[in-house]
């Protein structure tokens, strides 16, 4: 995450992308999973979930906007 360091999403300390229960970051339309954001477990399978559950997600998000 390191490319995000100049950017407006929101990191902690850590470098890790924070996230709300939808994935979603502090801008708008913008969503992270998997081993970027906060508190994942570092593991393919929690983050090949996590992924899949952000998808969601933004489908929602798109079906409404």
């Known amino acids: ?4 360091e100049n950017t407006d999403i ?3 300390k850590y470098g890790e992308i924070i996230v709300d ?4 970051t502090n801008i708008a339309g913008i969503y992270a999973a998997g081993d970027a954001i906060i508190g994942a477990e570092k593991q ?3 983050a090949a979930a996590s992924g ?3 998808a ?3 489908r929602q998000f798109l079906s409404k906007n």
């Open 44 to 46: 393919l399978v929690i």
């Open 1 to 4: 995450t390191f490319c995000l």
């Open 56 to 58: 969601l997600k933004i």
């Open 52 to 54: 899949a559950s952000a």
């Open 10 to 12: 929101n990191l902690n």
């Open 21 to 24: 229960d939808n994935f979603s």
